[in-house]
């Protein structure tokens, strides 16, 4: 049964630019959840997908969007990448959109230069 | 909307000591509460939660204990270990809200 799965795991993009990150929910679960960890903070809330809409939506600007596919895997793009969109990007899954046990991928490390 | 305060920042102890982390939150209607266990470069990983309607629950040598009415809880690890170095994080949410986070606490177990 495989876990939350993330791609890639790292990343170097240039200001500017636009990124895809992908991910895969662990089996049976059918809610994404997308955060963002700086160094030495906690993750912050991105946004939710559940039954292919985004249900919920934190404090980030529109250059931040996803998708959710029928499959329940989600994708993150992040558009116009600025210096400080550097972190790593962790993917949660979990059955239902509530307070339920959330799984966390690996994370993708993205670094702008 | 929800606020996770985490305290402290950083912790020392002594391996066999216990370490005990505190978070507050300021939403009444949260009703989840998460701990998670972050090493160095990896995924955070949950290790104990507590719903609202108990006070307290225990995993070995991990326990948490909730305090509805001051809307505070707390992790305590027992016997700690060189292993239990890591980056604690404590967070909270009710019905379909995301999990608002703290900030982290890192624990080092000195041998």
């Known amino acids: 049964d495989a876990g939350v799965t993330q791609s890639p795991t790292h990343l170097i993009k240039t200001r500017g630019q636009q990124v895809t990150l992908r991910c895969s929910p662990k089996?049976?679960?059918?809610?994404v959840s997308w955060y963002q960890q700086a160094l030495g903070q906690g993750p912050q809330f991105i946004f939710q997908?559940?039954?292919?809409?985004e249900r919920q939506r934190g404090n980030f600007p529109d250059r931040f969007s996803g998708h959710q596919f029928p499959n329940y895997s989600s994708e993150l793009n992040v558009n116009a990448l600025l210096l400080g969109d550097s972190a790593l990007y962790l993917c949660?899954?979990?059955w239902g959109p509530g307070n339920t046990e959330a799984f966390f991928g690996q994370g993708t490390r993205l670094t702008v230069v | 909307g929800e606020n996770v305060e985490q305290h402290p920042s950083t912790l020392s102890v002594q391996e066999g000591d216990s370490a005990v982390i505190k978070c507050t939150y300021s939403d009444s209607a949260s009703n989840y509460f998460p701990w998670y266990k972050q090493e160095l470069g990896k995924r955070p990983q949950l290790i104990i939660d507590?719903?609202?309607?108990?006070g307290e629950k225990k995993d070995q040598r991990i326990a948490v204990t909730l305090n509805k009415t001051a809307k505070h809880f707390s992790l305590h690890i027992t016997e700690t270990q060189p292993e239990d170095s890591a980056v604690y994080f404590c967070a909270a949410n009710s019905g379909n809200t995301p999990l608002v986070f703290g900030k982290g606490t890192r624990l080092s177990v000195i041998a």
């Open positions: 507590i719903r609202s309607n108990v």
């Open positions: 089996s049976g679960h059918d809610t």
């Open positions: 997908y559940y039954e292919e809409e």
């Open positions: 949660a899954s979990s």
